[in-house]
């Protein structure tokens, strides 16, 4: 006997369309996952990062394109290989460097210090140049204002609240993006730019090359993304560091979705960035800029007389990010290797000489700028400072990351460490070729 058919009764009006392939819940679970890799990516596109991005573009055309793309697996890398450390040892990387390259670790903290300070010099200049292009207040008047407000946002609010409400200046950004097919760059060259690597052997080229890669795989984004993951740790309750210790693979599988989604939208960003200056500015003569206004016009097709709002509201977003995460980097590297009491989640009574290296490092960013120090080269040669500090942190990290002493089973894979050597290599062969021909004065 055949089976009677089953009859499908209508459904009710309101009932829901089953997800049959779980497409939304794992959109869902994606944007709930995204966190400290999402934050640090945001902050890597920061004043300096602009402005470095907007030079090369003015200063070097397309040549630079393919950097782009081949720093984005190199950043999701070396920030992955950060945030693993801290997961399986509990504590930031710095404090890992301290006790298996002691020396290595003092030296390098040392020269991260200097270079985050003087980037966050930069940044605080930054804004008050593109601020300053909207509001009729001396840019020395600006640079005191948004240090002072920068220090008190460090020091009593909540830093995943200020992150949270300022991050969309940031959507500023995307007017690059906008503007970028607005004036209908030369498409074919720009993809040629994208995927074959030139290299332009003076001084000027390989400077701006180490200022590209300095602003994108920064030394402060390591110490970040790896403080971030513990305090992450300690707000679901592992106060200790003992308690830290150890990962599994679905928090793993979490971070790397995590990283990678911040380290694609960073360099997105800067790609579009650097194809609308050369397309605008680099394309009109405008090869060297000097001033937030030379960088804010790139923005013209798009927004005309509006060009500098949106610059600026794109230079003070990212840095009201990117300065907390700089000043919060020197601490935790400071606390790590030098043995105090870190975090941004602490009261300040409970860790002075944390919030202190904060403090310290803004005042001296507000110095450097009543010194008259240019904001655009400020921000400039800030990014080729972070190239450079960047080669030897890199190396150490690479190397905790492929030790199977500390990361037992969560060692880092071949192709990983082939990718982070790959990095040492190219921004090591980069700092060296421009200092050389910088010596040779050609």
């Not at 782009?68 to 190199?74: A, C, G, N, V, Y």
């Not at 399986?88 to 300070?117: D, H, Q, S, W």
């Not at 970040?224 to 599988?253: C, F, P, Y």
Request: charged fraction near 15%.
């Amino acid at each position: 006997m055949g089976t009677r058919p089953r009859m499908s009764t209508p459904k009710p009006a309101t009932a829901k369309e089953p997800d049959r392939f779980g497409v939304v819940d794992r959109c869902k679970r994606f944007f709930r996952i995204l966190g400290p890799g999402l934050i640090t990516g945001a902050a890597d596109d920061d004043p300096s990062g602009i402005s470095t991005y907007s030079v090369a573009g003015a200063s070097t055309g397309f040549s630079m394109l393919w950097l782009t793309l081949i720093s984005t697996p190199m950043m999701s890398v070396i920030q992955g290989m950060s945030a693993r450390v801290s997961m399986i040892t509990g504590e930031g990387v710095a404090a890992t460097m301290r006790k298996r390259f002691p020396i290595a670790a003092y030296l390098i903290a040392v020269l991260v210090i200097i270079a985050n300070t003087f980037n966050l010099g930069a940044d605080i200049g930054g804004m008050a140049a593109a601020a300053n292009l909207v509001v009729p207040i001396p840019i020395d008047a600006l640079v005191f204002f948004f240090g002072i407000i920068l220090i008190v946002m460090q020091t009593w609010l909540n830093y995943d609240w200020i992150a949270r409400v300022f991050k969309w200046l940031t959507l500023a950004l995307f007017a690059y993006v906008i503007t970028c097919f607005i004036v209908k760059p030369p498409w074919g060259t720009v993809f040629a730019n994208f995927v074959i690597p030139q290299i332009h052997l003076n001084p000027g080229w390989l400077s701006t090359m180490v200022a590209v890669l300095g602003t994108t795989i920064t030394p402060y984004l390591f110490f970040w993304q790896s403080s971030l993951m513990v305090e992450e740790d300690k707000k679901a309750g592992n106060a200790t560091v003992a308690s830290r210790r150890g990962t599994n693979a679905e928090a793993i599988k979490d971070m790397h979705a995590d990283v990678n989604a911040g380290m694609i939208f960073s360099n997105a960003v800067a790609f579009f960035i650097i194809v609308t200056t050369a397309a605008t500015l680099g394309a009109h003569g405008v090869n060297k800029i000097e001033t937030a206004q030379q960088a804010a016009r790139a923005l013209q097709p798009l927004a005309g007389r509006f060009a500098e709002l949106l610059f600026a509201l794109g230079m003070v977003g990212t840095g009201i990010l990117a300065v907390p995460v700089l000043a919060g980097s020197s601490g935790y590297v400071a606390a790590q290797v030098f043995r105090f009491r870190e975090g941004l989640s602490e009261p300040v009574q409970r860790a002075p000489k944390f919030y202190a290296i904060l403090a310290i490092g803004v005042l001296i960013g507000i110095a450097m700028n009543l010194l008259r120090v240019n904001a655009v080269q400020a921000l400039f040669w800030s990014a080729v400072l972070n190239g450079v500090v960047a080669v030897p942190l890199i190396a150490v990290i690479v190397w905790i990351a492929s030790d199977k002493k500390i990361m037992g089973e969560w060692r880092s894979s071949l192709l990983a460490r082939m990718w982070g050597w790959a990095t040492v290599v190219l921004m090591g062969a980069a700092s060296v070729g421009m200092f050389y021909f910088m010596a040779k004065g050609t």
